[in-house]
């Protein structure tokens, strides 16, 4: 997915319109409008206008916050995956700590 795509799809996703809603406003189908998202098909400048027409910004607007917004996005992104794998990690010891029990529990009573 190509930094334009995502940026629309974020101002997408903040308005809480699908694709169905959106597709609909550009008077195009659904499939073109996910291809724009995910970069498959390249926009024109017409489509680019009428994108940003409908996000109320300017075609400079949609472009040069791209970069920023991918940053940001991507640090969002990531600090999340860290406190996911934080979460996956006490999971782990604590399974850990249990199998360690079972073990010793199982090795009592063998013995």
Known sequence: ???LGKRIRLLRQQRGWSQ?????????????????ET????????RLNQIS??????????????DRDAKDSVRAELADLGRKL????GEIITLQK???????????KTT
């Open 1 to 3: 997915m190509n930094s």
């Open 53 to 66: 027409k409908l996000f109320e910004m300017s075609v400079v607007q949609l472009l040069s916050s791209e």
């Open 39 to 46: 970069g498959i098909t390249d926009i024109n400048l017409s």
């Open 20 to 36: 169905e809603d959106v597709a609909k406003r550009l008077d195009i189908s659904i499939p073109a409008f996910s291809k724009i």
């Open 86 to 89: 934080q979460e996956r990690e």
């Open 98 to 108: 249990k199998v360690i029990d079972l073990y010793e529990q199982l090795h009592e």
